[in-house]
């Protein structure tokens, strides 16, 4: 039984939505699953339609889930359509009357196979109908051979000449080309072709994102994995394309429909009670509400259908229910992937699929495509989270946002800046924060270049860190956060709240938030970044670091500098790929003073490389550049610029350049002239930056050995340089110089006892 009411089974309509014409099916009262690919009803009915409206783009049934057949695949049935009303129109061709007159002896034989051919198999199974034209062309063909009667041969030649007719026009269709592959031994019942070619976009009614859910045929899988409970991801590089596709099936696509319905009927009571603005000041707490009120909505409505759900079953429904109503719907399930790094939503909806940047995969395109109605919701939560206005006066809102299992930097483009609509980037932050360690192990930095670092730091330079976008460099901000001791304070400055402030709280840092106005706003009640920067001088002494160096900011931050904030680090990021750039931007765009800017005394860029092929890119450090004091006009032509270590393409790694290793470095000789140890003695210097660099080079090495990338971690990292501190501090009571050989040799003994006791705690808990 397929339909629960004749009368109103395959309802439809034509809905116009944007630039699309979708054959909308309401499949509600139907017993049987709607599918164009497993049922010869349907696509018999979906053929009858589009012969009466070509101008459809696409073909959606709805029954608890919609299912979405694209533009391509809706074509191919309109093409057939096209050629079933043609044959319509030319009846009289195929009649009786006609048949007749080839030979009244054949023809009810002829006639039943062409009306059945012709006004049946043609809409249910037009492979089928094809193959089975070829098999009777065949078969009239050896039958007008083995005749012996001339006006049987003359009659058989014109029913091969009527059939070939149609079998030619068929197989000029996309669907019959597509089809040739799985045309030998091809039987009818099974329709295993029509699964190869059609594959619909399957989106629950609770829902708006829509989902590609089938594998993509002849794809090469280079990865599975789980992420959150139950999410199945896999990758695939796509056949005949330079593409890679991150392939989601989140839980929500495996309910039963009892849950789906469940799932339906709360959302559409909870839209009743929709969350005001104030509720969106505290956005976890009003979660929190939400899961409680959830929870019990959905044990109220299984138990009032009696349907029995374990505990496991109703938390889950619940964080789906949450996640589609006052939170992010899918953006949620793919920022749960902790090499997740970015997700790119553009415009026009309903057809774009979302994008990402992978840690592992780098960009890739996503089987998930979200529709206007999604982004409209998403666009109104994120004005009210940020208290921002997004609209065409102020057509860019950014802002952070901190979800279940990941917090996200958000930028957002609507009208005019996106004519299409809006379009938004969520950028996912690391859950802890990133080190040196971990950057000598990605291979963004080596170990001199962390010595070199971790010393500048605590000789309270001025570091700017360039880079293009997703070149890594507000991760490798943090890092150089991580080597500041906890001693002394951290005041960081930002209009989007990206550095793990909260996670360095929680490890002991001394450090103070502040949030300010976005250079893109235009008006706001937040304080401006300068005011923000010039506050910080009353603050106290303290390191300061800027998130992004922006705009007219970047005026109050070398004021800062100048004035003495400097007694500390001072660290910020800034858009650029070369010092030249950087000054160029700083001083030429900005309107910062040129004397001003030799404020700044180390520029550190980080690029992404890529690779021969230009599929893949690696995030290295390519710079590290000292800026000196006594040019005038241009540090380009006046020597300026002094490179450090600089990076070598056939290394694929930073390399020393000869100013550094013959102590050429105006930067680090100030740094020596206030350290008794150091002053006039480079040697002495040297040796502490290869100090530094060997216990990092130890740390990573130790973890590869252990399997464990848990002492590369902050926590670790922290205790690791807070040892090397302490260990410098007591040598040198021994004695006048530092023994480096014995602070190396007592640090790695801490080290190996450090691991031990960490191998037996961890062994104490698994127990």
């Given at each position: 039984?397929l ?7 395959f ?13 909308k ?8 699953l709607?599918s ?11 053929i009858?339609?589009?012969a ?7 073909i959606?049934?709805?029954q ?31 009649s009786?009357?006609n ?14 196979e062409?009306?059945?051919l ?11 109908s094809?193959?089975?034209l070829k098999?009777?062309?065949r078969r ?5 051979e ?15 000449s ?12 996309r669907l019959?080309t597509?089809?040739?592959?799985y ?11 029509y ?10 009614d609770?829902m708006?994102?829509?989902i ?18 139950s999410t ?26 009892e849950?789906y319905?469940i799932?339906?009927?709360?959302r ?7 969350p005001?603005k104030s509720?969106f000041?505290?956005?976890k707490?009003?979660?929190e ?10 044990e ?11 505990e ?5 429904l ?7 109503t ?17 997700v790119s ?8 699929p ?5 840690g ?13 109605t999604e ?25 952070e ?12 483009i ?34 001199l ?23 890594g ?37 001394n ?18 970044a ?12 303290s390191?300061?670091?800027?998130g ?23 660290a ?6 070369s ?10 765009d ?22 021969a ?50 102590g ?6 100030i ?8 002053a006039?003695?480079?040697e ?29 971690e902050?926590d ?5 340089n ?5 260990i ?32 037996l ?7």
């Amino acid at each position: 039984m397929l339909f629960r009411d004749d009368e109103k089974a395959f309802e439809s309509e034509i809905v116009r939505q944007g630039e699309d014409n979708i054959l909308k099916f309401d499949c509600e009262r139907m017993h049987d699953l709607p599918s164009i690919e497993d049922n010869p009803i349907f696509m018999a009915r979906v053929i009858e339609k589009l012969a009466e409206s070509p101008n459809v783009t696409k073909i959606v049934f709805s029954q608890k889930r919609e299912y979405e057949y694209d533009y391509d695949q809706t074509r191919m049935l309109v093409e057939i359509a096209g050629l079933y009303k043609k044959i319509l129109k030319e009846k009289d061709v195929y009649s009786y009357q006609n048949l007749n007159f080839f030979n009244p002896r054949l023809t009810d034989q002829w006639f039943t196979e062409l009306q059945g051919l012709l006004y049946n198999t043609l809409k249910s199974d037009p492979i089928g109908s094809f193959v089975e034209l070829k098999r009777i062309i065949r078969r009239e063909s050896i039958l007008q051979e083995k005749s012996v009667d001339e006006v049987e041969v003359r009659a058989r030649s014109r029913y091969i000449s009527l059939l070939t007719y149609v079998q030619k026009q068929l197989e000029n269709t996309r669907l019959i080309t597509i089809a040739q592959p799985y045309l030998a031994g091809y039987r009818p019942e099974k329709r295993d072709a029509y699964r190869k070619i059609f594959s619909p976009l399957i989106k629950p009614d609770f829902m708006y994102t829509k989902i590609m859910a089938q594998y993509p045929k002849g794809a090469d899988e280079i990865a599975s994995y789980i992420i959150g409970d139950s999410t199945e991801i896999t990758v695939f590089n796509l056949p005949d394309s330079v593409q890679t596709l991150y392939h989601v099936i989140p839980p929500e696509f495996k309910l039963s429909e009892e849950k789906y319905e469940i799932l339906d009927i709360a959302r559409n009571i909870l839209a009743e009670h929709k969350p005001k603005k104030s509720d969106f000041v505290d956005p976890k707490r009003m979660r929190e509400v939400f899961m409680n009120v959830g929870r019990d909505l959905i044990e109220e409505l299984s138990s009032y259908r009696g349907i029995k759900l374990r505990e496991k079953e109703i938390t889950e429904l619940t964080s789906i229910l949450v996640r589609y109503t006052v939170g992010f719907g899918l953006i949620e399930v793919l920022l749960m992937d902790e090499d997740m790094q970015d997700v790119s939503v553009n415009s026009p909806y309903g057809s774009t699929p979302m994008y990402i940047v992978h840690g592992k995969f780098n960009d890739c395109v996503t089987n998930i495509i979200p529709t206007s109605t999604e982004s409209e919701s998403w666009a109104s939560k994120l004005r009210l989270i940020s208290g921002r206005p997004l609209d065409e006066a102020d057509p860019i809102l950014d802002t952070e946002l901190v979800l279940p299992g990941a917090n996200t930097r958000v930028s957002v483009i609507t009208e005019p800046l996106d004519p299409s609509g809006i379009a938004f980037s969520f950028r996912r932050h690391r859950d802890k924060p990133w080190t040196l360690p971990l950057f000598i192990k990605n291979k963004m930095i080596n170990t001199l270049a962390a010595g070199l670092i971790s010393f500048l730091v605590d000789g309270t330079r001025t570091l700017l860190i360039a880079g293009t976008r997703s070149s890594g460099k507000s991760s490798f901000l943090t890092s150089v956060m991580v080597e500041i001791m906890r001693r002394y304070r951290i005041i960081t400055i930002e209009d989007t709240l990206e550095l793990p402030v909260f996670q360095l709280n929680k490890l002991g840092f001394n450090i103070q938030s502040m949030k300010v106005a976005s250079a893109l706003a235009r008006e706001t009640g937040e304080m401006s970044a300068s005011d923000g920067i010039r506050s910080t001088l009353r603050l106290g002494d303290s390191s300061l670091i800027v998130g992004e160096v922006r705009s007219t900011e970047a005026k109050a931050l070398y004021e800062a500098m100048r004035v003495g904030a400097a007694a500390n680090v001072v660290a910020g990021t800034i858009h650029g790929d070369s010092p030249y750039g950087i000054f160029d931007r700083v001083v030429n765009d900005i309107g910062v003073p040129k004397t001003s800017f030799k404020a700044t005394d180390v520029i550190i860029v980080a690029n992404p490389i890529k690779t021969a092929d230009g599929i893949s890119k690696v995030r290295r450090i390519t710079q590290i550049t000292e800026v000196r004091k006594t040019w005038e006009n241009d540090p380009l032509l006046e020597n300026g610029f002094v490179d450090l270590m600089r990076y070598d393409a056939k290394t694929d790694q930073l390399e020393p350049t000869d100013e550094l290793i013959n102590g050429d470095s105006e930067v680090l000789k100030i740094i020596a002239s206030n350290i008794p140890e150091f002053a006039g003695n480079w040697e002495a210097l040297w040796n502490n930056i290869l100090l530094r660099a060997k216990t990092k080079a130890t740390l990573v090495e130790y973890a590869k050995k252990q399997g464990d990338e848990e002492l590369l971690e902050a926590d670790f990292v922290i205790k690791t340089n807070d040892m090397l501190h302490l260990i410098i501090g007591k040598v040198k009571e021994q004695g006048k110089e530092v023994d480096n050989d014995k602070v190396f040799f007592e640090w790695e003994d801490w080290l190996k006892k450090e691991i031990a006791k960490k191998k037996l705690s961890t062994r104490v808990v698994e127990t």
